[in-house]
């Protein structure tokens, strides 16, 4: 574990640079200050980047609209990879046909909807359409009522053996400097509890987050995992996953993790990344072009 | 584990009998059809009777005009033993001024409110007074919004370091013949594991409860654990608490666990009763008297 | 949460004073530095204290024994209680005949040994008299072949349905100020995942425990909770416990948990004592007799 | 889910199976009966296979040379991947130097040395070396003492802020046909909850298994995620891990999942295979040739 001061050095040494969303480019108060000279240098240097997040709220292109909007036009479509992705995969191999009831927003569900399927909120199961539901899914804490809501998906996955998706693993998420909120990953785990099923989870620390980038990354060039570097704020998701995907790893004390404790919960928890540095913008002095 | 036909032969061996109220004695659709007879009998015998129960919603004298209202004076105020009484004891003993915030109903709050303390429902926490909440109780999934207030519990936890206290340890409960509900209990479970802390839970299995039970027997008889017999429908509260506790145990089959998987239960968990009754009502037969 | 330099002041405020043992009284390295005092005082005063122990790989007159070697004569046999008794008590009540197999060493079966069961440790269960087993102990980490018998203690629990009782809900114990031990309270719970089944725990933080002092205490005076403070090292056992039994607690830093580290995991945790002192060392200073 | 009468109808719609091992192909007491004419179809068929096993305890090499001795030469080398091959890829990824310290026989370790890297049991780690440990490999149940081993790893760890790796997450493994034996996998865990760090577990149900399996594939053929199919005894491992992957998945009725409970512990779990089949033998009848 290498302490680093400016995060250009970093991306000096590989080839791609994989970054988590939240925590590392945007805090709840908009873009981290001077990120944007991140992705100048990535350009400048022609580097490859990519944004791995555990948001499934919205469609890759929904999200690099809201770059845009901050001011970061770097963060197109293409580079955003995030766990509804892999949610929307699991559908098209997995669920030929009928109906998959879900929990979140009208804007989570129709990104995830695929051919010769069906998506409605679970509010709308009932008697006469619950045998044809053959997928429940857990896009986002947003959009639907939870005390209604939460309980009718436990009865739904009482009556129906089929399988349950959290497109999130997230439990919480930042709201404000002071204040959290619970995650529909938070609210699945609640239900996994009850009914005693065996949910599917995509999204970091597991390994076919950081698979579904590396295929892709693989798709137009020839790096091996030894180039890429994972950069996060978060240990038990970015770095445990990173490492154990077999990439290095940057802990950025900018969002989750605070320098004050970052070694206490380094030794605490065993995940050990590869450097930690204040945060992933770069630095380029006044005289470096 | 002996099978018996007759709960009347069970009655005959003990001196206090300690009931479950769900699923023992009454269900959503009402009392246990022909209950009535055993408390019938219980009196007749000089035998002596309390309910046990994790129902923290209402206090015992609300409980109690619930089943004079069914057709069952026998159960009284006095009679009934709930994880509610355990909160507030341990209000009265440990929290000594301030305010108690809580989740729940209402009226599952004007029962637990002591001397000194003053009781608000989360939602009325605010910046002003919250460094005066001293405890948070958890005490029914009715009464608030579980949105806004289940998101404040987490960020009150987060900013003070106070007791949270489960006045139910269940997780769900039976609604109707289908379907069940999400219980308090699994609502603070999934808080406590977002916020990390560790939280009091009161009610079966737990041993306090039965303790509890066991203190009001010998303030006015000299019996020991030898003379009283736990009933209930559940293996995981009524019978592991009952039998840790030293008590015979008996395993009712008109709630929670039905007669054609109690034995695969029993041998999966290794929870056995003392017996297995269909139900806990006595038949006196035509010509009992 | 009130810090205290002078654990006299606390005694001077209780009836009766509930003491851990390890962390508390000794050490890997014998007793702690002065805590003859603080004995001498209770005396004096004529308060009333026990020894509440998760320890029960020997029993309370073994323990007295060996404190009365190390220099402390004041703790008799009939103030030590252990999770040993509670389960000593649980075979008493509820198993009736046949063979206990335990895991631990011959002394600490001894203890458990009670009128019409046969102990065996679980080395002896074999094909002739596996089913006549009928409870299995797990007493002390020391005493058997881990690979052999803890093997053999799954495949007993496989094969009979019948109580496992843990005897010491610990998981690690300090073995020297550097090192700690796996207790037999991980190595079951180890099991009991394996097997699947619901193990009965005796030991803090566990009200059992506490209201087996409490009833003993109550056999000869008339005290109430709040007249009694439970002074222990661990947050997560004697702390908590205490706590959620309705009495008064005192951590001390003289074993498990450090002075550096004690907010950080009391705010980390949510287990908060009533007082925060050094030691349980009465310091009297020059002049006090 | 469909059930399937002979193993060949599904051969006859993909393009690449995935085996389980134990439970599929072999058993405690030898190979599956008739498992030869199996490997005879696919091999006449030219479909690819692959066993995908949680068998870390020795390499391909050997493991392919046990299959010989059964009498089953289909099944070489360059055809087996296991948890170990991926515990092996991490310590060539993420260590560069040092010392590996593994629990387990010589032949498990000798399989996972890497250049750079020095490979030590357990029980060699001393104050003189215990600085240069950068690693410990969890590999199997056999080849060291329990007790004394098992207790140097949890202070191995304590003391290290280094990486522990889980290279078979199974809990325990069938012995006999009534005996399981404790493996390597449950061994972890409960060190893992002792020293509270995160570990890194290579093996099914964890996608990074199948991904390797895929990406071997991907090396030579064209094949997609639609056209290969995973065969396992095992809901929580291989049906789980191949579904979650997006594979179409078969139940075989051969290990440890039995037909009189197969239906009971989908319906419990949640967990559906695509396909239900006795085992994967396929027959050919007296007249397919």
């Known amino acids: 574990m290498k302490r680093v001061d400016n995060f250009k050095s970093i991306i000096d040494q590989y080839e791609v640079v994989f970054f988590d969303a939240f925590g590392v480019i945007k805090t709840y108060a908009g873009l981290v200050r001077g990120i944007e000279s991140t992705f100048d240098y990535l350009q400048q240097q022609k580097k490859e980047y990519y944004i791995v997040t555990n948001d499934a709220s919205r469609s890759p292109e929904q999200l690099a609209t809201a770059y845009h909007k ?15 992705m892999l949610t929307k995969e699991y559908l098209d191999l997995k669920v030929d046909d009928g109906i998959v009831a879900y929990l979140g927003t009208e804007n989570s569900a129709h990104y995830i909807e695929s051919s010769g399927l069906h998506t409605i909120p679970v509010s709308e199961v009932n008697d006469d359409n619950i045998d044809k539901v053959n997928a429940l899914i857990f896009l986002d804490d947003e959009g639907f009522d939870w005390s209604a809501d939460l309980n009718k998906a436990v009865n739904l996955l009482r009556r129906r053996t089929i399988p349950a998706i959290v497109a999130n693993t997230d439990h919480a998420y930042p709201l404000t400097i002071k204040d959290v909120s619970i995650a529909i990953g938070g609210l699945a785990t609640m239900i996994e509890n009850i009914v005693g099923k065996k949910f599917i989870r995509f999204g970091k620390p597991d390994s076919q987050m950081f698979m579904f980038a590396y295929d892709l990354v693989r ?10 570097v994972m950069v996060g704020d978060t240990l038990n998701t970015d770095i445990l996953g990173g490492n154990k995907f077999g990439l290095d790893t940057v802990l950025v004390l900018s969002g989750n993790t605070r320098a004050s404790d970052a070694d206490t919960r380094i030794t605490a928890t065993g995940i050990v990344p590869t450097f930690i540095c204040d945060s992933a913008v770069v630095d380029l002095g006044g005289f470096n072009f």
Chains 1, 2, 3, 4 share one sequence.
């Open 70 to 84: 901050l001011g970061l036009p770097a963060i197109t479509q293409d580079r955003i990879l995030s766990s509804g």
């Open 219 to 228: 798709s137009h060039s020839s790096v091996g995992k030894k180039d890429i």
